[in-house]
């Protein structure tokens, strides 16, 4: 009877190889096949090699392979508004048509005249309301259906699509490359973490349990019918940017990333936490320098300013003198999305 | 090239399995040989048929397949003192040997002095300087280094063996077939998360990324010589006993668990949660009704009552009115550690 459960066992990780590499069936030879020839392409491809090939001075054991990826603006689009944001404000109009005295009060009121300046002018209290408002006071499982809704109908402004169509095909090929180099794979996001959680398997092939983000409390309790609830509460566990990645890496996988991917300020330490690793560790920034394919904001390089865009010079700076490496959009990448051609 | 990196991915999957199976090798047909026959046995491996066979309307998709097992007096002794506490108050000599001051000062004087009475009599305010004392402000490198060397010299003191080997052999097969089943193992523990970490993959084959335990902030920033370090601070993320037991597999794990096993009210709110899931649930109590090979205590059954024995009449009971299997000590395990024969 010993062989069957272990080959079930076996099952089990076809299942999900398949799963990861379907969507690349045509990657037969080139491992990342939308990605142009260059120091970044070769880095890539150099760390994997290295890492698990079993006679390399480098090489990790299976079980110690993790790799950590910001989302925003490094798996996916961030730009005119990070989804998730949007989620919260396109949720305030769904809330003021339960309870229309919130049309009256601000910073609601701000949020459903639509006025995108006046939204700019939004302070980080408002901010907060608005968060408090759309993502607590409410169950983990009904917060999970209302964003499997608004993803199965919200749409990007400028694609016409919905946001997770709208990841970066070079960088889905690097999470399947050290998938099947046998990487386990996060997301460590500043977005929230069941926000993530809904659509990240489908979208990444990444489980809710490879979430790391904003993490908010819950409580248990029970509902009317006697049965076990958790309700979303306002208390936020781990602020997950800047100092709050590494954090948060330790609170949910426990061990430092062998490899980290990021776009800005808010994953510097998760870059450092990563590169200060004993033997080859993997330091990548996406720099967002294609306003034709996608956009091109920074400041870096000259790039233009944006409030969500923080590739600062200096942190393009440290990556020069650390050793990571800068990932050019423009140059880079063969083509940005999936439906590319 | 598509097939090696398949074929490296089952090898990772291979190596796995063979590390979990190892120790139980002589399971040549029943995936339980520590068990007596009963209904505890029964439902387990009733439980393992209904949602792996895929021709059971029960069937389970293999990645929702989540297992949670308490830790202290489910999965190990956790009897004449809780291992994690006795670290603690371990570590308070070690602390008093760099701090002499401490001598005299209490909680620190009536742990240095040693007597059992007295120990009892601590408060929950005393316990609290204890835990901050001993379990923060350093880094989580040096805390890991701390507890793998206590681990390697501390004994408990009926046995006189390390504690990680008072290991319930019926447990790790419990684990084991499990795994070799398609499912997730996590401990889910009010001890603390990184103390469990230490030991778990060595001991128990789960990895530090499925332990939920009590959980600690840690705090980002250099040390002297500007390298990142994580600081261990005095702040509770996570309580992670009765209500804190859901949030924290809400928090780590983002899906409701299929089977969940524990020993007393603090694994209450887990066990409900589990149970009130759609489809098949396994919930499972060990009661500790065996004073000759290990310990007996509850109060359940007529029990004696304990300090940390919190197995109640009213657990009991509900156990028996909602489904709940009790796993009695005595009748149902043949053998309670591996080293009996």
Not at 96 to 116: N, Q
Request: contains cysteine; hydrophobic residues 35%.
């Amino acid at each position: 009877m010993r062989r069957p459960r272990i080959d079930r066992y076996l099952l089990a990780g076809v299942a999900c190889a398949v799963c990861c590499s379907a969507a690349g069936a045509q990657a037969q030879t080139d491992p990342l096949p939308s990605w142009n020839d260059g120091p970044a392409k070769a880095a890539i491809v150099e760390f994997v090699r290295r890492t698990t090939d079993a006679s390399s001075p480098q090489f990790v054991p299976t079980e110690k392979r993790i790799a950590t990826f910001d989302q925003d603006g490094t798996l996916w689009v961030e730009k005119p508004t990070v989804p998730q944001l949007k989620y919260c404000l396109d949720r305030v109009s769904a809330l003021a048509r339960k309870k229309p005295e919130l049309t009256s009060v601000e910073p609601f009121k701000t949020v459903l005249g639509g006025d995108r300046a006046a939204l700019t002018k939004l302070t980080m209290s408002d901010l907060k309301k608005i968060l408090v408002a759309t993502l607590t006071g409410i169950t983990t499982d009904q917060y999970q259906a209302e964003v499997k809704q608004w993803l199965a109908t919200a749409k990007d402004p400028r694609w016409k699509k919905p946001y997770n169509e709208l990841t970066y095909q070079p960088m889905q090929e690097v999470l399947r490359y050290l998938r099947v180099s046998g990487y386990k794979t996060y997301i460590v996001s500043g977005g929230g973490q069941d926000f993530i959680r809904t659509y990240a398997a489908q979208t990444y092939c990444i489980p809710p349990e490879q979430i790391v983000g904003a993490i908010g409390g819950t409580a248990f309790g029970y509902d009317k019918d006697g049965q076990p609830i958790l309700t979303r509460v306002p208390k936020l566990l781990l602020n997950d940017v800047e100092t709050g990645k590494p954090e948060g890496i330790q609170l949910m996988i426990g061990r430092r990333p062998y490899a980290a991917f990021g776009n800005s300020t808010g994953d510097r330490q998760m870059l450092e936490y990563t590169k200060a690793g004993a033997g080859e560790r993997l330091a990548m920034l996406v720099l967002h320098d294609d306003a034709t394919r996608e956009y091109a904001y920074g400041p870096a390089q000259g790039l233009p300013d944006t409030r969500e865009g923080t590739f600062t010079q200096a942190l393009y700076d440290q990556a020069k003198n650390s050793g990571w490496i800068v990932i050019s959009m423009k140059n880079d990448w063969k083509r940005v999305f999936s439906f590319e051609q």
